[in-house]
């Protein structure tokens, strides 16, 4: 008599979870940005010193949720911050995105964010601790401002910490508002000094990808912070965790059998 050995165990179950956590896509209504026209940043598109441009909606970028075909558990009205300032989306527009990981976003990327295999885990990781060091679904204009440029700043130049602030790198900004740049500079050296460590690191934050579309990043749950719910992929690897205890205790348990 033939048993599966524990690695066939393994093996199966990861095969399951590929084929039932797939993260699917949601449709969802661009409603509006609570920072329109206030404050006003000035930013380049993540290329060097390329001249800086005035944007008007560095902030909140609201949602209204029209169906999800997903397993994550996104709210009937969210925000989101982008992650791509090469593409576009529209005021009033509706849109469909796949869930993904931050690790494999944006899509297709620059090269400054890590090109087509997404900006990695390096950066997705900073952004997980800025998010759960800061991040509020009341922050004020300047603020919900100055996080964004910080998400940008992350994503465009990395965490080393030769950059300390937003004249130099790939990323840069100015703002009509002073506080703006002196905020963001702040959040974004408190994330490379370690400030933001991984005791904050936001687990539930997820990617919301599209090749033609401006890439988002928001979070799933009600909670934005450290207690909100996993992402898909962690789920997932809870799944086959927990089908590979099983089989291991299974495994000694049972008496060693010869194989026929």
Known sequence: MQFLSLRSICVLAILLSAETCQAGTITAELTGTTNNGAPTVSINDGSGSATLTPYNFAGYINWTLKSNNSSSAILPTFNSFCIELTQDVNIGGTYTYAIAAL?????PGSAATGGPSGMGSVKADALRRLWGGFYSDTMSKNDAAAFQLAIWKIEYDGIASTISDFSHGNFRASSTTSAVITTATQLYNNVVTNVYDESLAASNLIALSDPVLQDQITYTGNSPGILGTPEPSTLCLG?????????????RRRPQLPIS
Do not use: K, L, Q, T
């Open 103 to 107: 690790e494999d976003s944006p899509s």
């Open 239 to 251: 799944v086959i965790g927990g089908v590979a205890f099983g089989a291991a205790r299974y495994r």
